[in-house]
Structure formats: C-alpha cells, structure tokens
C-alpha cells in the first residue's frame, strides 16, 4: 500500500511538470512559427526592391544589366552575413548577379513562391518572384538561413527539452527523496505491524505515528483491544472448564480403574457354580476397559486444555522467568517416561549436556513431556527414543528423536495445529501435544521445529533458545 501510496504521490507531483514542459515546448514552437511569418513577410517587402535594384540593361549584347542594391537591402544582407543571399537570374534561368546555388526551378506564374534548401549544412528560406525590372522581366530571389521555424528543432532541443529533462530528473529525485522522507512514519508503522506475531496484540504507540495516520492507529488499537478481550474471555472459560472437569473426572476415572481391576481379577478366579459364565463376564470385563479408555482420554484432554490455556504466550508476558537447567528436567523426564517406555519395550535413552536458560520451568517440563508422551505413544514396540539437551552452535536447545512413523513435511506446520492429527495415525491422542509444545517454545521466543531423525526416520523435534 505505502509503495502504490508513494507512485501516485510522484505521477501526481511529476505529470504537472512533463505537462508544463510540453506546453513550454508548443509555446516556444508558436513563438518560432510566428517569427519565421514575420520574416517570410519581411523577405517578402524586399522582393520589389531588389526588382527595384535593376537599373538599367548592360552596356553590351550579353551583358548582365547594372545592379545597384536598394539601403534597405543591401542593410538586409549585411545583418545577416553569411546566413543571406540573393540572386537575380533572366527567364531561361541564367544567372546574371548574386549566388549561383540559388538558381532553381523558375516560378511559373507571376506570384511569390516559397522554399526551402539547404546549402554548407545551414536550411534557407527563399523566396523567388517572376518580376519587371530595368533589364526586363527577371526571376529575382532572396534567401534567409536564420529561419526560426527551419531552426526550431534545434532551439527546441537545446532551449527548451534538454533544460526540461534535466529539471524534471532533478525534480524527480527530489521528490522521490522528500516523498520517501514524508512517508517514512507510515512505511516503519507497517514493519512494525508486519513484525508483529499473531499472537500480539499490546496497543501501538500513537505518539510515533503521523498525525494523518492517528485515527487509523486509533481504530487499530480498539480493534486489538476488543479481540485481546475476546481471547482472554476465551482462555479464561477453557481453563475454567477444564479445571472444574479436573475433579469429577479424577473421581470418574477412579471409579472405573476400580472396575477394572475387580474384573481382571474376576477374570483370572476359577468359575463358580452356579454364578455367570466365563463370556459374560469376558463381556462386562471388555465394557469397562472401554469406559476406562475414554475416560483417561477425557481427563488427559481435560488436562491438556487446562495447559494449553495456562502456556498462552500472552498470559505468560507478565511471569518472571527463571534460571533452569536444562540436563535436570531432561533427567526428571526419563524417571518419569521410563515405565512406560518399557512397557513397549522401547528404549529411552538420554543424550543430556549441562546448559542453563531463562524460563519457566513448569512450562518447558510441560513441553518436554509431551514431546516425550508423544514419542513414545507412537513409536512401535522395540524402537528408540532419545531426549537430547545441552548446546548446539552456541545456543542451549531441548530435543527428543524418535524412529516411529514420523511425519511427511507437508503435514508439519498442520500437526502444530490445534487437534489436528493426521489421518490414518495409530493411537490414542487429542491433537493437542505438538499443539502446547509449540505455543510453551513460542512462549520462550522460538518456535519448535519439526523434522525426520537419523536416516529420515521418525521425528526430531527441537527447540533452540535464543541468547
């Protein structure tokens, strides 16, 4: 917008001056035509006084007649040396005085007739005329080589478009130069405003902004203001319901886990007589391990919403971080996954190098758990994880590498998406893991990256500190 801002500020303040300059340019042709009708009017006042200049025949048979230059001609020619000439010549075109390049296709009728020709690079303008004289009937000519409107093109070019041209690229580059200064708050509004993450909506300065461009700042600001607040309303309403879910749910899920275990060991007693057969028993037993799935994926996303709400980068703005370290929670998450790994007979393995950050703690053992959950969920039986920490290039980062299925790059940016998960995946999940592990990296000033593992295998997620 500021760039199309700025071509039309410049057509609008140079297409005046090209206009003026072509205006100059007709003027200045005008006054030349009217100069050059002055002088074919002039050329044409001296053609009976050059007649007039005639006096008499020659002495001799042959002879050419006796000329005596008119004042007003002979001043005429001496004005004009060099650039003027005359030439006086009988009928059958024989020149008897003046310059002999004038002679030329004789007039056929008794009016003015005028030409123009060239001679030593210089364009006259001639005027010939069949007329009386002392010797008889002659062709008299005269030539002019000051023709303004022969010279026009010429004075046009040095005069008038060359002076035009300079000025107008001196004026083109001043106002190129004042424009881009004039619009130089509006141009850093915009970076300011293209910098910005999505995620922040903090008031812009109006103070630093034009006064032209005030109440544009101004709606922008009520415009963050309310969506700030529609937001934090609903971050408030997901972190309450999810809070208030917690407790029935912890309660709920107790319940079943109780149900399941009386009927595993149901299950593994000897029949009694008389009581319910083996399938039926097999069926309830089938039923409550289904009830008790949904009900750790409900509290697991009851849990996760409640993070999600809690890792907002916006919320976290005002928290002081602190120092943590980063091989401590790399090793207090393998205490706490190891269980599980084994499980699957996984093994989870830990590349840990002593380095330290600014953060919140509680948020980067939430991202690393799960990175960790995640990992380990959907990496098959007998594969490999690896929590990694320490420093890469100067910069401390957290890191976990799996050799499960992985995820095809086209996919990445959507599985950072809030419950996304790519079809046909194996496993229980919300969608929400990658989702609250990028928003806790984007908290810490770094977004996490996703890419395949060692031999293009599975998925390394990373996170790099800044500083």
């Not at 093109?153 to 000025?167: D, F, G, I, T």
């Not at 424009?179 to 708050?185: E, K």
């Not at 690393?368 to 990694?388: C, F, M, Q, S, W």
Request: hydrophobic letters at 40%.
């Amino acid at each position: 917008m500021t760039s199309g801002l700025q071509r039309r500020l410049l057509v609008m303040l140079l297409v005046p001056l090209f206009l003026l300059s072509l205006l100059n340019a007709w003027l200045d042709y005008r006054s030349a035509d009217n100069a050059a009708l002055q002088q074919d009017r002039q050329l044409l006042r001296l053609v009976p006084l050059l007649a007039d200049s005639v006096v008499a025949p020659g002495t001799q048979p042959g002879d050419p007649p006796v000329l005596l230059l008119a004042p007003p001609v002979e001043e005429f020619l001496k004005e004009r040396s060099g650039v003027s000439t005359y030439s006086v010549s009988d009928l059958e075109g024989r020149l008897q005085h003046g310059d002999g390049w004038l002679v030329g296709p004789l007039p056929a009728t008794r009016e003015p007739e005028f030409r123009s020709d060239e001679d030593t690079g210089v364009v006259y303008r001639i005027v010939a005329q069949r007329v009386d004289t002392a010797a008889g009937e002659m062709v008299v000519q005269l030539a002019d080589g000051s023709d303004s409107r022969q010279q026009w093109m010429r004075s046009v070019l040095l005069k008038v478009l060359l002076p035009n041209l300079v000025l107008l690229a001196a004026a083109a580059f001043a106002v190129g130069w004042s424009v881009r200064r004039a619009l130089r708050p509006l141009i850093e509004l915009k970076e300011a405003v293209e910098r910005r993450s999505p995620r922040d909506l903090s008031a812009i300065d109006e103070q630093a902004s034009p006064d032209e461009v005030r109440p544009l700042v101004q709606s922008l600001n009520r415009l963050f203001g309310l969506v700030n607040a529609q937001a934090e309303s609903q971050r408030r309403f997901v972190a309450d319901a999810a809070h208030q879910l917690r407790t029935p749910l912890a309660g709920l899920q107790a319940q079943v886990e109780a149900w399941a275990q009386a009927v595993n060991n149901r299950r593994n007693q000897p029949a009694v007589q008389g009581g319910p057969p083996q399938d039926a028993i097999n069926l309830k037993a089938e039923q409550i391990y289904k009830l008790r799935g949904a009900t750790r994926r409900t509290s697991q996303l009851a849990n996760q919403l409640l993070a999600l709400s809690r890792a907002d980068a916006r919320s976290m703005e005002a928290q002081p971080m602190q120092r943590v370290d980063l091989k401590d929670l790399c090793e207090s998450l393998l205490e706490a996954y190891l269980d599980a790994a084994t499980a699957k007979r996984i093994d989870l393995g830990l590349d840990a190098q002593r380095a330290q950050v600014m953060g919140h703690d509680w948020l980067l053992r939430e991202l690393l758990g799960n990175l960790v959950d995640n990992a380990v969920k959907y990496t098959p039986e007998g594969g490999t994880v690896t929590i990694r920490c320490g420093r890469r290039d100067g910069a401390p980062f957290l890191e976990v590498e799996d050799d499960g299925p992985g995820v095809v790059p086209a996919e990445r940016p959507r599985v950072l998406e809030r419950f996304y998960r790519v079809l046909g995946t194996q496993g229980e999940g919300n969608g929400l893991g990658l989702a609250i592990a990028d928003e806790i990296a984007r908290v810490h000033g770094s977004p996490l990256e996703l890419r395949s593992g060692q031999g293009g295998r599975g998925l390394r997620a990373t996170l790099v500190f800044k500083g």
